[in-house]
């Protein structure tokens, strides 16, 4: 089971819109509506972002959305913000009923 | 609130076995999986396996498979994993977490370190 493939890095300027991209195949991504993001800081747990591709928790900034399509799913900041500057995984059920996370997302606010 | 409150960190040597807990609190422990994620110094998150805290069945990540057991106790709502034949490549932040949906909560991380 290979990780979904994520950029290693992205950056954006406070104010601006960065997305994040996570790929995978039609095993996991392609075949379930079951892609989560977590934010994660230096030495702490991830958190929740998105679940279920595009749903946010009670609680997260409406700044962050996700979208699929095909294989690939999304993940967009808008309005970025200095405290968004954190390592991003993205996640997905697989047909092997296992998870897989991508191999993560650094993201720099300039 | 729900809480997963993980042992505490271990330091083993190479070829022995660890395991760590995880109590669930705050929600029916037996209504969701847990699931065992672990992150090695400056890595990805890793997907290890996870137990249906119902009925004990449990599937595991194929390079895991003959070397992790996860348990599960109802009666503490607490589930266990245990890692064998450890090598230094398996030095790590054992994380358990609930992964299901919006009920999507973590331990706060258990770091095992493999070191002769």
Known sequence: ?110 | QVQLVQSGAEVKKPGASVKVSCKASGYTFTTYAMHWVRQAPGQRLEWMGWINADNGNTRFLQKFQGRVTITRDTSASTAYMELSSLRSEDTAVYYCATLRGFFNYWGQGTLVIVSS
Request: net charge neutral; glycine share 12%; hydrophobic share 25%.
């Open chain 1, 1 to 110: 089971q290979s990780a979904l493939t994520q950029p290693a890095s992205v950056s954006g300027s406070p104010g601006q819109s960065i997305t994040i991209s996570c790929t995978g195949t039609s095993s996991d991504i392609g075949g379930y509506n079951y892609v989560s993001w977590y934010q994660q800081h230096p030495g702490k747990a991830p958190k929740l972002m998105i679940y279920d591709v595009s749903n946010r928790p009670s609680g997260v900034s409406n700044r962050f959305s996700g979208s699929k399509s095909g294989n690939t799913a999304s993940l967009t900041i808008s309005g970025l913000q200095a405290e968004d500057e954190a390592d991003y995984y993205c996640s997905s059920y697989t047909s092997s009923s296992t998870v897989v996370f991508g191999g993560g997302t650094k993201l720099t606010v300039l």
